[in-house]
C-alpha cells in the first residue's frame, strides 16, 4: 500500500513538476559564480551583503587551494575537468579562438545528464576554451557577463550556469591584492551580483556556489608565493543541506565530484 502511494506521487510529479511538497525536490537553478582572483581574506575585510547572505545561510570556507600553477586558465580547466593540469592536458594558460578546445569531460557535461539547460559566461576571452558540446548557451562578454547570465536565468526551464566575473585580476596587479582599491572593487562585484542572486534564490530549490581561480599577493599572482594559491568556497542551498562544507579544506579539483554529488542528491 505504501509503495503503491509512492508510485502515484511520483507519477503526480511528473504530470505537475518538481515543486510540490510531495515531490522529491530537485533544482530548479544551479549557479556557479568564478569571482577570479578573489582572496578568501577579502570576504573578511570588505563590505560583501550579497556574498555575506549567502555564507550565512549556506556554507562557506576560506580553506582553499588552487592549482599549480595558480593561473586563470589552468584553474578553470582544472575546477571544469576535476583534474590536475597533468591530468587534463591543459598546462599552458593561453587559448585563443580557432584554437582546440577542452577534450575532457566537464561539468557541463555531468549537468546536462541530469537535464539542465546549461550556459556559460565568462568575461576573458581565453576561457572559450572549456566550451564544448554540452554547452547549450555561452557567451564571451567583457563587462555584460553578469546581465547575461541574469537575463538566460529568466527563461522558462531548469538551468546550469557557470558565470566568470572578471576585475579583481585587474585591480590586484595595478593596486595591489586586498588593497583599499581592491576591496572596493569586490564591494563593487557584490552588489552588481545582488540581483542575479535575488532572482535565483526567488525561484527557490536552487544551488549556489561562488569560487575562485586563485589569488595573488602584493602586486603579484601566479607565483610560486603560499598566498597565490589561496581561493574561497560558499554553497547556499534552499533544498539540500550544506552545512557539511563548512571550513573544509578544499581543492579546485575537486568542484566537479562535490558538484555532481549534490545534483544526486538533489534527484
Ligand atoms: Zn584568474
Known amino acids: 500500500m505504501i509503495v503503491r502511494a509512492f508510485l502515484i506521487a511520483v507519477m503526480l510529479c511528473a504530470l505537475i513538476g518538481s515543486n510540490n511538497d510531495v515531490c522529491a525536490k530537485q533544482f530548479n537553478n544551479v549557479l556557479i559564480i568564478s569571482i577570479d582572483a578573489l582572496h578568501p581574506d577579502a570576504l573578511k575585510k570588505s563590505k560583501i551583503p550579497t556574498l555575506g547572505k549567502l555564507m550565512k545561510s549556506g556554507s562557506y570556507t576560506l580553506n582553499g587551494h588552487s592549482t599549480e600553477p595558480p593561473k586563470t586558465l589552468i584553474a578553470h580547466t582544472a575546477m571544469f575537468t576535476g583534474l590536475s593540469p597533468g591530468e587534463n592536458g591543459k598546462v599552458g594558460n593561453h587559448w585563443a579562438p580557432g584554437k582546440t578546445t577542452v577534450k575532457k569531460e566537464t561539468i557541463f557535461d555531468t549537468a546536462s545528464r541530469h537535464g539542465f539547460k546549461t550556459s556559460y ?111 574561497p568556497l560558499i554553497i547556499s542551498s534552499d533544498i539540500v543541506d550544506v552545512k557539511r562544507f563548512q571550513g573544509i579544506s578544499f581543492s579546485v579539483t575537486e568542484l566537479k565530484q562535490l558538484l555532481a554529488n549534490l545534483l544526486e542528491e538533489a534527484s
Open 121 to 231: 559566461f565568462y568575461s576573458k576571452e581565453k576561457l572559450g576554451y572549456l566550451v564544448n558540446p554540452a554547452v547549450d548557451v555561452h557567451e564571451w562578454s567583457r563587462d555584460g557577463a553578469i546581465d547575461s547570465a541574469r537575463s538566460f536565468l529568466i527563461t522558462p526551464g531548469r538551468h546550469f550556469t557557470f558565470l566568470h566575473v572578471s576585475g579583481l585580476d585587474q585591480v590586484g596587479p595595478e593596486y595591489g591584492w586586498l588593497s583599499p582599491e581592491y576591496l572596493e572593487e569586490l564591494f563593487f562585484i557584490d552588489d552588481y551580483l545582488s540581483t542575479l542572486v535575488d532572482t535565483v534564490i526567488g525561484k527557490r530549490n536552487y544551488l549556489l556556489i561562488v569560487t575562485s581561480d586563485h589569488a595573488g599577493h602584493g602586486k603579484i599572482h601566479g607565483s610560486d608565493h603560499p598566498e597565490d594559491y589561496r581561493l
